[in-house]
């Protein structure tokens, strides 16, 4: 059967919203547009109404309490409030933050601002599976330590970190752990009170949520977390993120999060099914690829595959009806390549090689199949072209 | 990935001269410049002919489109001329007929570097002079390597 292209296959970068999402937040974008914090007459009522709603459905996908929830314009703003917000509050406590160096921009560059602020920053190299070992955080900790901030799968290559277990070390130690679950909270089952998590960022465009909102979860018991403000205004969310909620966007982000609850069942080995296919045909049909990551403890929708001797976003040209991503520096602003891969010990070589692909709720096995015999063509047409190809397999001769 | 012209793309899904040719010879010139660790590797060769000048020339290209279309284009423009004649090619004048961003100025100083190189090499099998040339470090700029 012919597929429809273009194909997406870059869901860690953004999803569509799910049609059930936008039925959901309609009413608030029209009818119902009341300021959820007017509390003097019905129009802000029934956004309030909403909001909590919204609220509730997020704490429930994470095992939360609903009063736990701040809304945010996304994970970029959640892993700014949760680490800089600790970092200040407790600043007379120590000025230790351990994290890694996998972890997205958010978290890194929020690290990084508290460096030249003074504070400390323990950047913990993954192994090269990608996974921070629950003893490597042990092993850093020391009396001033404040913060431990692990991601709970990584955006590129998809490893998902033993949380729990770091969060147990935490715990231990009384310091407080903070977990980027951007890419894991609607693909694999999360709970903050049996993996020890005092914090966690997630967005909702990645969980087929509009852009633009996000919430960071903040436990309020056992222990209690106490955050320094961001964003300084008219006292929102408990005084933790000021400004007018976005109440389209939140109900969204409750009706994505419920369907995510929902579906993870029967969505997680799906995906995870159509994954494998896709590399192992990828493995199998190509020579000279790898895949990047952890073998089994990975998100069900994401591959992140090298093919040696071809550039990424010459890769990417070649099948332009298929919308994917890569590592090669060719393709980054920076002309850097990825610093994930770096990080895990692939090759420069191979990051320039890699390509992520990354599916989603409504890719099909007619799409994989495609995407498969089309890489097949494509790599065979560029390693023709490629003076690393025919090097390598003069010497082999 | 950025936007490409037109030219770009064409020259990109069709490129011209791709392939090797016998390195082994006195009549060919091969250059190579960039760096698999860079993510990009550029091999240009030339084939002298007895009126010296360039019979054929071909390419294979590790790199960004931009990278291949500019192989391409260098390749295409080489042939017929003499080596003085091939020495005066201007990466401006690719990086302006591909209409490349400013961020991919680099890939058509590859295929400069490595016409350059070519014509160096066959001046040396052929015992002549070669003068001293500066690399241009655009190329490094780009990769922290
Ligand atoms: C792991 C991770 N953290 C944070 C973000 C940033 O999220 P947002 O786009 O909602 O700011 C992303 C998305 O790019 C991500 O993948
Ligand atoms: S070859 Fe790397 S950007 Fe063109």
Partial sequence: MPVKTPIYLDHNATTPLDPRVLAAMMPYLTEHFGNPASRSHSFGWKAEEAVEAARAQVATLLGAAAKDIVFTSGATESDNLAIKGVAQMYRQKGNHIITALTEHKAVIDSCKHLASEGFEITWLSPDANGQVHPDQVAGAITDKTILVTIMAANNEIGTINPIAGIGEVARKRGVFFHTDATQAVGKIPIDVDAMNIDLLSLSAHKMYGPKGVGALYVRRRNPRVRLTCQIDGGGHEGGMRSGTLNAPGIVGLGAACELCRAEMATEGPRLTALRDRLASAILSRIEHTRLNGHPTQRVPNTANISMAYVEGESLMMKISDIAVSTGSACSSASLEPSYVLRAIGVPDELAHSSLRISLGRWTTQDEIDYTVDRLVKAVKDLRDLSPLYEMAMAKNK | ?145
């Fill in chain 2, 1 to 145: 990935m950025p936007q490409y012209s037109q030219k770009t793309m064409d020259l990109f899904m069709n490129p011209k001269n791709v392939g090797s040719l016998d390195e082994a010879s006195p009549r060919v010139g091969t250059g190579v410049s960039g760096s698999a660790v860079c993510g990009d590797v550029m091999k240009v060769q030339i084939e002298i002919g007895d009126d010296r000048r360039i019979a054929d020339a071909k390419f294979k290209t590790f790199g960004c489109g931009a990278a291949i279309a500019a192989s391409s284009l260098a390749t295409e423009w080489l042939k017929g001329k003499t080596l003085d004649e091939a020495a005066t090619l201007d990466n401006q004048t690719i990086a302006d007929d591909l209409q490349l961003p400013p961020v991919k100025i680099h890939c058509s100083v590859l295929a400069h570097e490595a016409v350059l190189a070519a014509i160096d090499d066959w001046k040396t099998k052929n015992g002549l002079p070669v003068a001293p040339r500066e690399k241009a470090d655009t190329h490094e700029g780009h990769c922290a390597g």
